[in-house]
């Protein structure tokens, strides 16, 4: 398995409170990307970086914004949660583009915002 | 921008029997597909993907998959289908021309069921 975590696992959080989730890689992957799954929706990219300190947003970046300090670390924050944020966090990795190289993903955070 | 549709939401058989996902995709440039599988309370890995070759790509955990330019579509089939095959399948579509930076383009999943 591709050394991938995701911290915290699960969380529950009020609206309008502040968010971070953390995905941490031991491969030292180029790309690291945010998804969300929802029921109905399939994944959905929140944002990914293909550098450090090099972002880009994806399909549902309102509301969402990300950092990427180090090769190993990708953070994705939530300013301010609602309730429509509530859904399950996937990272992945890949080592070269999205556009042919395989994804791998970690185990998830699922996030509840009350 | 690139579209894919996974034709049924749910799909459940009986062990031992063939098993066939359809996913069609919509794109105005030549195409990369792919098939992910999420067991259970588990993140997303690779079945196999196309990138170019031979139409139809083989896979892991015996599955296959045949791109068909003409009817755009790029369906996942398994000649003999296990309990442990009980999952959620996802086809997914990314841009084959221009740059490396294409971002991956997920359907909405097939909930594959195996009953004994």
């Known amino acids: 398995d591709a050394g991938i975590t995701q911290s915290p696992r699960h969380k529950v959080t009020e609206t309008g409170t502040p968010v971070t989730l953390r995905c941490h890689q031991t491969e030292n992957h180029r790309y690291m990307y945010w998804y969300r799954q929802d029921p109905g929706h399939g994944l959905r990219l929140i944002h990914y970086?293909?550098?450090?300190?090099?972002?880009d947003k994806g399909e549902v970046s309102d509301g969402y914004s990300v950092s990427r300090s180090k090769t190993e670390d990708f953070l994705l924050t939530l300013e301010s949660a609602t309730s429509s944020q509530t859904s399950v966090y996937f990272c992945?990795?890949?080592?070269?583009?999205?556009?042919?190289?395989?994804?791998?993903f970690g185990p998830g955070t699922r996030l509840t915002v009350l | 921008a690139q579209s894919v549709t996974q034709l049924d939401s749910q799909v459940p058989v009986f062990e031992e029997a063939p098993v066939e996902l359809r996913c069609n995709y919509s794109s105005s440039v030549s195409v990369y597909l792919f098939w992910y599988v999420q067991y259970p309370n588990q993140g997303l890995q690779l079945l196999l993907k196309?990138?170019?070759?031979?139409?139809l790509v083989k896979g892991i955990n015996g599955f296959e998959a045949e791109f068909n330019k003409s009817q755009t579509s790029f369906h996942l089939r398994k000649p003999s289908v296990h309990i442990s095959d009980t999952a959620e399948y996802f086809c997914a579509v990314s841009r084959a021309s221009g740059g490396s930076n294409y971002k991956l383009t997920f359907g909405k999943g097939t909930l594959l069921t195996v009953n004994p």
């Open positions: 992945a990795i890949s080592d070269r583009g999205p556009s042919t190289d395989t994804q791998y």
């Open positions: 196309y990138l170019s070759g031979s139409t």
């Open positions: 970086s293909y550098g450090v300190k090099d972002t």
